[in-house]
């Protein structure tokens, strides 16, 4: 899943991010800085400078994202939105070596596997859920 929140502080921004990475709560974290929002806030459109905050994770550790967001941000109300991501049936991704222990230490049913550091780790997803077939 992907996670998406906004926030006009980019120090804000910053400490939710390394919080998430810190915690392994998240695989990755992209900051998209300097967009301009337009939104209603208390009946007015109000338009405004903020960073986007793209988190990619497990759907088992949202609820732990979201904790840490409204923790941490500086909003009241702050926009946290999950977008789901669909692999079509059928379909191998590759993991290379750089991403391979961001994944396995965010994903718990990874945790046990052991790669020398020459092979990818390849996982096959079929019906948007891994199967068995896990291949180093």
């Known amino acids: 899943i992907i996670i998406k929140t906004t926030s006009d502080s980019h120090k804000t921004i910053k400490l939710i991010a ?21 939104y209603i806030w208390e009946g007015r459109i109000v338009e405004s400078r903020e960073s986007v ?13 979201y904790t840490t967001i409204k923790k941490l941000h500086n909003y009241d109300v702050p926009e946290i939105t999950t977008i789901e991501t669909i692999c ?4 191998t991704i590759t993991i290379y070596r750089y991403t391979r222990s961001i994944y396995i230490s965010t994903i718990t049913a990874f945790s046990q596997l052991t790669a020398s550091s020459e092979s990818p780790l390849r996982m096959t997803f079929s019906h948007n859920s891994l199967s068995a077939g896990i291949q180093i």
């Open 88 to 91: 079509p049936p059928n379909t």
């Open 53 to 65: 905050l793209l988190i990619k994770t497990v759907a088992k550790m949202e609820k732990k994202v």
């Open 18 to 38: 390394n919080t998430l990475l810190n915690k392994r709560y998240a695989a990755c974290v992209n900051i998209l800085p300097r967009i301009r929002s337009k």
